[in-house]
């Protein structure tokens, strides 16, 4: 039956202007009565708002709106208006409500038929929401309703602005239902059950996913899971999966575990460029050919080498070759800006910084002028000894100026000061100055002719031009060589055949980054180093073109094309994609153009997901064009992500973890992953060994770490040596006698990188010192080869610290650091300053190594003192030799370390007792002298001439 209500206004309204005096309410609407009893029927759907009371001075009325005119009821009872209002609305949103439950069943069947609610899924029912909500009117929380219509609405309005909550409770509840109806699957599909966060991994899919793979927690495992559950589920057919690996063995092997666990040969677990030839071969209706280029490294770099040169046959390349060598062969830098003169010192070692003839200088603004010197014919010796006069003291070596031209008796002095005579901040500058003016004295009394340039004038960018202008003042007549005679030097020393091996990197560098027309110009605006890029790109472009030219005459492609072009003939429109499921196995390593393959094989087909496997915590391969950033910033490359972190490591122990993943962690860019460990154990499982290593010493002590793992090892138990580069590792002949010396074990050694992916019951890592080839790596990557590379992380060292996490967690039981505390890593520094949970104490360690720590070099601060042996003796100097000259005294009894106290060097070890006095004046070491008068102590920096300290004493006791 349905429900009718009617309201009457009072008597009076027929005598006024009102126009109706009775509303009647019913289910599908209102009827609206005249003065003059004329009916106007009004359905609910044409009603756009709820009837409002309005209270007047005697009588109330009830407006509302409908196909945009304004209805007013009037002269009604204040208890009338009240009571039609609160009817009026109940009824208007009763009928909205049928309409709000049928979309609501509408989403409902709609989500038993998608399965996981993926986001793409919310924002269509975001979009059919909001069309539906044209029609249907959702009352504000303030308006009182029977529960059950308030019920319809609220569900209704938590869909319209996608309740977070909601979601989440919705997926929780598949995950859950998932898990049990296919628990027997999980328990099974591998040799161990899945753990719960790999099977919700497995069973989790959003358009975008991402799962963290921590070291050993199973990545491979839930790749194969996460296969066989859409399989099973019927979420998917064999050949709707496509499953991608960087390598062709790893490819083979994720094949191979689904054949096996599987049972299907219909999922295809490809490489990317087995993708993008695949991609190619359909498109174009015939496989293409592979140039033997991209895979022989040795036959590409000859070819290279070819067309380099004959390019420099070519007068106007030759050029700007010479001129690129003379100006750009090594980045420059400010050595005003580094902290310490050590980090400038590691600047110039990394660099390989060497003039035009070969030679190793001490700064890169020398390096310049020997370059200019060599080019303008003008014969020099670079840091000759000066032979007008004998400098030396029994402290201080002979004078050498910086330059000596030869024919003409000219020295030239670089001099390291601003135009308001400041120095580096790590150089003294009132001893800077007064050195400065001893040597315009020495040159001065002995009349040899002195040119001083400054560092200011290389800032100011008027260096060698304002040289040429002093030389010539001073009668030097240059000679320029012919380009030929430079170019002829170049091969001499090399430098010719290591700039076409760069070439070639370029070249390969350059096509995988699939850059667009003009993108690298764009991108060298932005840089700092155009100036030096720009003039790169002029010489290797005409290599390019020869490049792809000689594959266009032998119709082929090379491996940087198979991308490219897929890519294009992706998003183009040729080629769509067959798989519902793309997923990606180690994803930290993708680079930025076979990212973005992915996401266009996603976008090509519909309801297409997208699953990768990564760990940031390993991305060990920028140098290949990886980029972390596409892994730490996944959302932001590929849209709304479902993360997953797998949290459970099978590998190693909890005392390997916690010291590993906090180093690792300390970079804030790292993603924060809480790992748990299978096994636990009560004791530090990372051992440092801390031995004084020279020579053949690094076998001594690695022979003594495998003897300690052979007597508490089972037999056959693996051993890895690692090092940050296999050329720090052993000798074969080393290997081979090692293996015979602890039979017991099974002994192989790789490099960081080759060891990713692998494990052993126990881990060496070798090579912790702080040199050039030492770890963390101080190797710097050519700036030219930099730029084509993923933008550099700016936190100290972040590749390098993630290659320490790959190396310590690739062993189960225990892993050995084995270094020499003299020249140790900054890494091992670091552990000891922040105290990690480490073991200090399994082996026998000598005095010199506990206090190495002290001898941290005073001049360079990035040098350690070690003890040398000369002609007069025993004495400690800086590691940064010959880069760095400072040196000091050992124990006068031992010959061993000392540390300062007070005015006295004392002997660090307490059982000698060994002193030296110190100057009160300048700190130079006071020594004993015999004069006319008897002994004396005099300051070892004094000089007959030159700057100068006299301070004596004629005793010194020391307590």
């Known amino acids: 039956m349905v429900e009718k209500l009617s309201y009457k206004s009072n008597g009076l309204g027929k005598y006024f202007s009102n126009r109706f005096e009775e509303i009647r309410?019913?289910?599908?609407?209102?009827?609206?009565?005249?003065?003059?009893?004329?009916?106007?029927?009004l359905d609910w759907k044409d009603v756009s708002s709820v009837g409002k009371h309005h209270p007047g001075i005697i009588f109330d009325k009830v407006v509302?709106?409908?196909a945009g005119k304004t209805i007013s009821v009037g002269w009604l009872s204040k208890a009338s208006a009240l009571s039609l209002a609160t009817l009026f609305t109940e009824k208007y949103y009763t009928y909205h409500s049928l309409s709000a439950a049928k979309t609501l069943t509408k989403i409902s069947n709609h989500l038993q038929k998608t399965g996981y609610l993926r986001s793409s899924h919310c924002m269509a029912i975001s979009d059919f929401i909001s069309k539906a909500l044209v029609e249907i009117h959702i009352p504000s929380d303030e308006v009182h309703l029977p529960g059950a219509i308030k019920e319809v609405f609220s569900q209704l309005k938590r869909w319209a602005e996608l309740d977070p909550s909601l979601v989440e409770e919705m997926r929780a509840r598949y995950v859950f239902e998932q898990k049990q109806n296919y628990q027997t699957l999980f328990d099974s599909i591998e040799s161990n059950p899945l753990t719960e966060r790999q099977r919700e991994a497995c069973i989790i899919d959003d358009d975008n996913n991402l799962v963290l793979a921590g070291a050993g927690t199973g990545k491979t495992s839930t790749m194969v899971g996460r296969v066989a559950y859409l399989l099973e589920s019927k979420q998917a057919l064999g050949q709707e999966v496509l499953m991608l690996a960087f390598g062709k063995k790893a490819a083979i092997e994720m094949r191979d575990r689904i054949t096996d666990k599987l049972g299907t040969t219909s999922v295809s677990a490809w490489t990317f460029h087995v993708l993008g030839q695949m991609v190619i071969s359909t498109v174009e209706g015939e496989k293409p050919s592979i140039s033997p280029l991209?895979?022989?490294?040795?036959?590409?770099?000859?070819?290279?080498?070819?067309?380099?040169s004959g390019l420099l046959e070519i007068p106007k390349y030759k050029e700007i070759t010479l001129k690129y060598f003379e100006n750009y062969l090594f980045p420059e830098a400010n050595p005003f800006e580094f902290k310490t003169q050590g980090e400038y010192f590691e600047y110039i070692r990394a660099n390989e910084i060497r003039t035009l003839k070969g030679e190793e200088v001490k700064s890169f603004e020398a390096c310049l002028i020997a370059n200019w010197l060599f080019a303008m014919g003008i014969e020099y010796q670079y840091k000759p000894y000066y032979s007008e006069s004998n400098t030396r003291t029994p402290d201080f070596k002979q004078y050498q100026p910086d330059f000596y031209l030869t024919e003409f008796g000219i020295y030239i002095e670089h001099l390291g000061i601003d135009r308001d005579g400041s120095t580096a901040p790590y150089i003294d500058r009132e001893g800077y100055h007064a050195g400065i003016e001893w040597k315009r004295q020495l040159h001065s009394e002995h009349s040899t002719r002195l040119i001083e340039t400054y560092h200011y004038e290389q800032r100011e960018g008027c260096l060698l031009s304002n040289l040429e202008s002093k030389l010539a003042s001073e009668g030097v007549q240059f000679e320029p060589l012919p380009a030929d005679s430079v170019?002829?030097?170049?091969?001499?020393?090399?430098?010719?055949?290591?700039?076409?091996v760069l070439l070639s990197s370029l070249v390969k560098r350059y096509r995988a980054n699939c850059y667009a027309s003009g993108e690298l110009d764009r991108l060298a605006d932005h840089l700092e180093s155009t100036g030096q890029l720009k003039a790169a790109m002029d010489l290797l472009r005409p290599v390019?073109?020869?490049?792809?030219?000689?594959?266009t005459a032998n119709d082929e492609i090379d491996f940087e094309d198979m991308i490219a072009k897929a890519i294009g003939y992706i998003e183009n429109g040729s080629f769509t994609s067959p798989w519902s499921y793309i997923l990606v196995d180690e994803f930290q390593d993708i680079s930025a153009p076979r990212a973005r393959l992915v996401k266009a094989l996603r976008d090509s087909g519909k309801n297409t997901s997208v699953f990768c496997v990564g760990d940031d915590w390993q991305a060990i391969y920028r140098f290949a064009g990886s980029d972390v950033g596409l892994t730490t910033g996944f959302a932001s490359v590929f849209g709304p992500t479902q993360t997953t972190s797998l949290d459970k490591t099978f590998r190693f122990n909890n005392s390997i973890n916690d010291v590993a993943s906090q180093f690792v962690m300390q970079n804030p860019s790292q993603m924060k992953k809480h790992i748990t460990t299978h096994t636990v154990v009560q004791e530090s499982a990372v051992s440092l060994v801390m031995k004084p290593i020279s020579n053949n010493e690094v076998f001594k002590h690695t022979v003594e770490i495998l003897q300690k793992i052979a007597g508490m090892a089972k037999q056959g138990a693996s051993v890895y040596l690692l090092a940050r580069y296999h050329f720090r590792l052993l000798e074969s002949n080393e290997l081979a006698q090692l293996k015979r010396s602890v039979p017991a074990l099974k002994i192989e050694q790789h490099s960081f990188h080759a060891s990713k992916g692998k494990e052993a019951d126990y881990v060496v890592i070798l090579g912790l010192d702080n040199t050039?080839?030492?770890?963390?790596?101080?190797?710097?990557?050519?700036?030219?080869?930099?730029v084509l590379l993923p933008i550099a992380e700016p936190y100290p060292d972040a590749e390098e610290r993630r290659l320490f996490y790959v190396a310590m967690t690739r062993a189960r039981h225990r892993c050995y650091l084995l270094t020499d505390m003299n020249r140790t890593s900054d890494f091992v520094k670091e552990l000891l300053e922040d105290n990690y949970a480490i073991e200090l104490n399994e082996f026998d360690t000598d005095a010199s190594q506990l206090t190495a720590p002290e001898h941290e070099c005073p001049s360079c601060i990035t040098g350690t003192l070690v003890k040398r042996k000369g002609q007069y003796g025993s004495f400690l100097a800086c590691t940064n030799y010959p880069l760095c000259n400072h040196n000091e005294s050992t124990c006068p009894q031992c010959s061993g370390g000392m540390t300062t106290s007070g005015r006295f060097s004392v002997c660090l070890n307490d059982a000698c007792g060994g002193w030296i006095?110190?100057?009160?004046?300048?700190e130079g070491v006071m020594k004993s002298r015999e004069g006319r008068y008897g002994k004396f102590w005099a300051c070892s920096n004094y000089r007959s001439e030159g700057p100068s300290c006299d301070h004596k004493e004629q005793d010194i006791t020391y307590r």
């Not at 030097?489 to 700039?499: S, V, Y």
């Not at 390019?544 to 594959?551: D, T, W």
């Not at 990557?781 to 930099?786: A, E, G, I, N, V």
């Not at 006095?917 to 300048?922: K, S």
Request: with cysteine; proline share 5%; net charge negative.
């Open 25 to 41: 309410l019913e289910d599908s609407g209102l009827m609206l009565i005249s003065t003059h009893q004329k009916q106007t029927a």
């Open 64 to 66: 509302f709106e409908s």
């Open 294 to 308: 991209a895979s022989d490294e040795k036959l590409l770099n000859n070819h290279v080498d070819q067309w380099f």
């Open 487 to 500: 170019l002829h030097t170049l091969r001499e020393f090399g430098a010719i055949t290591k700039f076409s």
């Open 544 to 551: 390019i073109e020869r490049y792809e030219a000689f594959l």
């Open 772 to 786: 050039k080839n030492g770890f963390p790596s101080r190797k710097l990557t050519d700036p030219l080869l930099d």
């Open 917 to 922: 006095p110190l100057c009160p004046q300048c």
